[in-house]
């Protein structure tokens, strides 16, 4: 069973929209967004720098873009018959894209009126977010709830986020939990799925309850706590929520596993999802589409599947 995944914010690089705007009809889809947004995705895909897009605002959108880009050119989904799929954090806007639950361009909207509500709340408090390689998941958690600090996301395979103002974030690097091998700072712009959202939360949710969305056509796995959710109204509900509560991709993965997942393929910018997968879901292939180059060996692995 193939599974498609959908990155969230920190998996951007500069430059990394440039060779999927060569596709045949990219760069026309891409500029309608840009108009329906109100922001030049092209640009920053394209020029912008590291500081660029690590901006909120550009950030989020700019990275549900370029997955649906990725995604509709590996193939129609409907022959490629994906038994679920998913996404971490903003990513998840991506996956109600692909399960059909919002088209395109309400999504890009949603998620930029997210991105600008995130970065006004981000601005309230200097907060960042840092990744915990390693240590034992109920050690590090208690650990992070003793400095003050959010588990943000609790990636499996031995990763840990944490979430919270920029001095307790220092706390913790030079505090490690006992078996931590290494704090890494994300680059993203603020404590996100954590109370330092909640400003967020209800702008989305006044600019949510103006769409309509459809039940999903294919499963539909929520970061919230691994399920399945059958319903386009709570599917947009989580989506609402999320800002401000914790992902939990370790859930998603268990229940990728419990539904007999054999190949999970992972939209542009991929890398960081199968990256995990590859450590917590042995024996699963995984195949990250960072190019289009990768294209071709994507559609080969999920022709292997039987399902292509």
Not at 278 to 294: E, H, M
């Amino acid at each position: 069973m193939l599974v498609l995944v959908a990155p969230g914010q920190g998996a951007q690089t500069p430059g990394f929209l440039t060779p999927w705007l060569e596709l045949p009809g990219a760069a026309a889809r891409v500029a309608a967004w840009s108009d329906a947004i109100g922001l030049d995705l092209a640009h920053y895909g394209t020029q912008a720098d590291a500081d660029e897009i690590r901006d909120t605002a550009v950030a989020q959108p700019l990275l549900v873009a370029a997955g649906i880009l990725s995604a509709t050119a590996l193939g129609d989904l409907a022959d490629l018959a994906p038994g679920a799929v998913a996404g971490h954090s903003v990513g998840e806007f991506t996956a109600a894209v692909l399960a059909g639950v919002l088209d395109d361009t309400a999504a890009l909207a949603l998620v930029r009126k997210r991105g600008l509500a995130m970065a006004d709340a981000a601005a309230i408090t200097e907060t960042g977010m840092s990744a915990l390689l390693g240590g034992d998941p109920e050690v590090s958690v208690a650990h992070l709830e003793k400095l003050g600090l959010t588990p943000a996301n609790i990636n499996g395979a031995g990763q840990i986020v944490a979430a919270g103002t920029l001095e307790q974030l220092a706390a913790l690097a030079e505090d490690k939990p006992e078996g931590v091998r290494k704090v890494v700072a994300l680059k993203v712009a603020g404590a996100f799925h954590t109370p330092h959202m909640a400003p967020a939360v209800e702008t989305l949710a006044k600019a949510a309850a103006e769409l309509s969305p459809a039940d999903p056509k294919i499963r539909y796995v929520s970061n919230k706590d691994g399920q399945a959710v059958a319903g386009g109204a709570e599917v947009l509900q989580r989506l609402v929520g999320q800002v401000a509560n914790p992902v939990r991709w370790d859930l998603c993965m268990e229940t990728f596993k419990e539904l007999g997942a054999t190949a999970i393929v992972e939209v542009s910018p991929g890398g960081t999802l199968v990256g995990l997968a590859k450590r917590a879901l042995p024996g699963v292939r995984t195949l990250a589409l960072k190019t289009p180059d990768d294209l071709d060996a994507a559609r080969a692995l999920i022709a292997e599947l039987g399902v292509a």
